[in-house]
């Protein structure tokens, strides 16, 4: 077996995403054969080293488990919290696997959110180079002008770099009116950024679905394990959006 980057290695073994891999490594918090590394190059091979994790021998998963939960508000995506708050992983007490979540959502938000402990997956997944769209229903306390709907559709500043398009449809209006925002990337706050431009507060947010899956009948707090055929259809998804034909348009986006 090939040595690779212990940021994979981590990754595939279910411990981190690949970036909070990164921050382990940089922490000393990885040791290999007995030595502790911190640079982020550094290479092993699972089969034949012993790499360790905070003194835990590290093994690669057994199987891989992909799993779609309704995570509820006032949570953190987070493995661990330094303020003590809720985790998402307080709902997998007892789960033999090791598993982590595919990206984030707020701790305001609730919503779709994937969990696994297979780290090529989640990194293909919130990868930008993906375009995976993710659906969030949002409830604002104003009105964007038709003006400012259209700005948002192409694209607003934000920490220096424009947004990419997104869709956006008004589904119910009113003097708190709702929104269906869809967004093939996800920057920490964007949508409640987004928003923030224009002079408006996001006072609701729910992500309904990620790509072609739908959070469907599931409670807060509730979650089920992804179909073996839904699981395939991700990673179909995944490998079509490598072609630089299959990227979707501001066109698709707004469709």
Same mark, same amino acid.
């Given at each position: 077996? +090939?040595?690779?980057?212990?940021?994979?290695?981590?990754?595939?073994?279910?411990?981190?995403?690949?970036?909070?891999?990164?921050?382990?490594?940089?922490?000393?918090?990885?040791?290999?054969?007995?030595?502790?590394?911190?640079?982020?190059?550094?290479?092993?091979?699972?089969?034949?080293?012993?790499?360790?994790?905070?003194?835990?021998?590290?093994?690669?998963?057994?199987?891989?488990?992909?799993?779609?939960?309704?995570?509820?508000?006032?949570?953190?995506?987070?493995?661990?919290?330094?303020?003590?708050?809720?985790?998402?992983?307080?709902?997998?007490?007892?789960?033999?696997?090791?598993?982590?979540?595919?990206?984030?959502?707020?701790?305001?938000?609730?919503? *779709?959110?994937?969990?696994?402990?297979?780290?090529?997956?989640?990194?293909?997944?919130?990868?930008?180079?993906?375009?995976? =769209?993710?659906?969030?229903?949002?409830?604002?306390?104003?009105?964007?002008? +038709?003006?400012?709907?259209?700005?948002?559709?192409?694209?607003?500043?934000?920490?220096?770099?424009?947004?990419?398009?997104?869709?956006?449809?008004?589904?119910?209006?009113?003097?708190?009116?709702?929104?269906?925002?869809?967004?093939?990337?996800?920057?920490?706050?964007?949508?409640?950024?987004?928003?923030?431009?224009?002079?408006?507060?996001?006072?609701?947010?729910?992500?309904?679905?990620?790509?072609?899956?739908?959070?469907?009948?599931?409670?807060?707090?509730?979650?089920?394990?992804?179909?073996?055929?839904?699981?395939?259809?991700?990673?179909? *998804?995944?490998?079509?959006?490598?072609? +630089?034909?299959?990227?979707?348009?501001?066109? =698709?986006?707004?469709?």
């Amino acid at each position: 077996m +090939p040595e690779e980057r212990l940021q994979k290695i981590l990754s595939q073994a279910g411990i981190a995403s690949r970036r909070k891999a990164e921050e382990l490594i940089a922490a000393g918090r990885v040791s290999v054969n007995g030595e502790t590394v911190t640079q982020l190059g550094a290479k092993a091979d699972l089969a034949r080293d012993q790499v360790k994790v905070d003194g835990r021998v590290l093994a690669a998963p057994k199987h891989h488990i992909y799993i779609a939960l309704h995570k509820p508000k006032n949570c953190v995506t987070t493995m661990h919290d330094p303020q003590g708050r809720q985790t998402v992983m307080s709902f997998f007490k007892g789960m033999r696997e090791r598993i982590y979540p595919v990206g984030r959502l707020d701790y305001a938000s609730e919503g *779709l959110l994937l969990l696994t402990n297979d780290g090529d997956f989640a990194n293909k997944l919130t990868s930008p180079a993906s375009h995976v =769209t993710k659906t969030y229903l949002v409830k604002a306390n104003g009105a964007l002008t +038709p003006g400012q709907e259209e700005e948002f559709r192409h694209g607003i500043p934000m920490h220096g770099r424009r947004t990419a398009p997104a869709g956006l449809k008004l589904i119910r209006k009113g003097e708190n009116p709702w929104y269906e925002v869809r967004l093939v990337e996800g920057r920490q706050n964007q949508i409640r950024i987004m928003f923030k431009h224009f002079g408006l507060l996001v006072e609701k947010l729910k992500r309904v679905k990620i790509g072609f899956l739908d959070l469907g009948v599931l409670k807060p707090g509730a979650y089920r394990t992804l179909t073996n055929a839904e699981v395939a259809r991700f990673r179909k *998804l995944m490998r079509l959006e490598e072609d +630089p034909a299959a990227i979707p348009s501001k066109e =698709t986006i707004e469709a």
